[in-house]
């Protein structure tokens, strides 16, 4: 990772981010504290993915993209264990979404503009549509599609939609390939 700035990866009181093989940071991008970051996952560009009181932990083949915000709920009086953000594998964060402090399972395709709240779980292959607001502690179930403020299910998802997340992370994985190279090239 040659290309990346010193200040993009950030410890913080001794928590250290943990990024795995292949995993892209863009130069604009800010990881801070106790984040661990699977195979082949991209961070895009203004993305900031906090972990300073709290862990995060996104999978691999995971792509967040731009001006997307990643934080938790820390542990304090009012919520004692905190709520740490926990993601798994294959799944896509469309443009400007916060998440924070919630639970995102694998295959899961979330639009651009959502925000998902604390204690919130969206499991296993869910598409959440652009500009939903998940509440907090809300769970929503695997194989459906999720629209509106609060979100609500429309419908089951088909099977190409299904597919469709195995397809999306893989691209992604493949484009941060072509920006890391570049990225060293400049440098």
């Known amino acids: 990772m040659t290309y990346l700035k010193q200040h993009s990866i950030r410890s913080f009181e001794g928590h250290h981010p943990n990024l795995a093989e292949g995993v892209f940071v863009d130069p604009s991008a800010v990881v801070i504290g106790d984040v661990t970051i699977g195979t082949d996952s991209s961070i895009w560009p203004q993305t900031t993915v906090r972990g300073d009181m709290h862990s995060i932990k996104i999978g691999a083949r995971c792509s967040i993209q731009d001006n997307s915000v990643l934080h938790i709920t820390h542990a304090g009086p009012y919520n004692p264990d905190g709520f740490p953000l926990n993601m798994g594998d294959d799944v896509t964060v469309a443009h400007s979404v916060t998440l924070h402090g919630c639970t995102i399972g694998s295959k899961v395709l979330i639009g651009m503009g959502t925000i998902v709240m604390d204690g919130a779980t969206i499991e296993d292959e869910v598409v959440v549509g652009a500009n939903s607001l998940v509440p907090p502690g809300k769970t929503l179930k695997s194989g459906w599609l999720y629209v509106g403020s609060p979100a609500k299910p429309q ?15 893989a691209n992604y994985a493949k484009l941060k390939d ?10």
């Open 155 to 169: 419908r089951e998802l088909s099977q190409g939609e299904r597919e469709y997340f195995s397809y999306s992370a």
């Open 178 to 187: 072509r920006h890391i190279a570049a990225l060293n090239k400049e440098s």
